[in-house]
């Protein structure tokens, strides 16, 4: 009977969970290339001869690709990593130019979440996968003495949403994971 009521009370947090974050998912989900990315793309399975010419660090253009070798251009922006090794290696295919390519992709710049307002600390901190919002203010050196703790406002890709820090001290589940260029505000309370 205790069992079933941890259960019951697992799929209840759960679903709660999912229904108040619904445009910020907590699957891990990779994130995704965007413009200014820069990356090192590294091919496998072709001619020795021909691996310098494709092998080199690129940058995503402001439309949003890159310019290849024998292909031209290739629209990255917005995939995954493993998305855009399946695209490129798949456009090296329909052209006919590689039968069998395998391409590997190493993010060599650092991505970051901006932190501003009354934290110790503002500042852009580096971006790893296990990051979440709790976890980035702590990297801040934790909320000021003015910090409004119930309005930390969370920015991503042109959409905001808000957290109460008390609420996710309380439930851990309900800290978001951060993507790179997530912007978190915490503002000064007015007493």
């Known amino acids: 009977m205790k069992r079933l009521k941890i259960a019951t009370w697992t799929v ?18 990779a994130p995704r290339l ?19 010419m494709i092998n080199k660090v ?20 917005g995939l995954t990593v493993t998305e855009a090794q399946q695209r490129i290696e798949g456009a090296f295919r329909s052209a006919q130019i590689f039968t069998n390519p395998a391409i590997s992709i190493n993010m060599s710049a650092a991505r970051f979440v901006n932190v501003e307002g009354a934290v ?7 971006y790893t996968s296990d990051l979440t919002l709790m976890g980035v203010i702590s990297a801040c050196g934790g909320f000021n003495e003015f910090a409004n ?8 890709e042109g959409s905001t949403m808000k957290f109460n820090a008390r609420d996710l001290r309380k439930n851990p589940a309900l800290d978001p994971k951060l993507q790179p260029g997530d912007k978190i505000s915490i503002p000064q309370a007015w007493w």
Not at 149 to 156: A, C, H, M, V
Request: glycine share 10%; charged share 20%; no cysteine.
């Open 12 to 29: 209840v947090i759960s679903l709660f969970t999912a229904s108040i974050l619904p445009s910020f998912p907590q699957d891990g989900r």
């Open 34 to 52: 965007r413009i200014g990315d820069i990356f090192e793309l590294s091919i496998g399975g072709v001619p020795n001869e021909e691996i310098p």
């Open 58 to 77: 690129y940058t995503i253009g402001e439309d949003g690709s890159i310019n290849l070798s024998y292909i031209g251009r290739v629209y990255v922006a």
């Open 120 to 126: 110790r600390a503002p500042q852009r901190v580096p």
């Open 149 to 156: 703790q119930k309005e930390i406002t969370l920015s991503r």
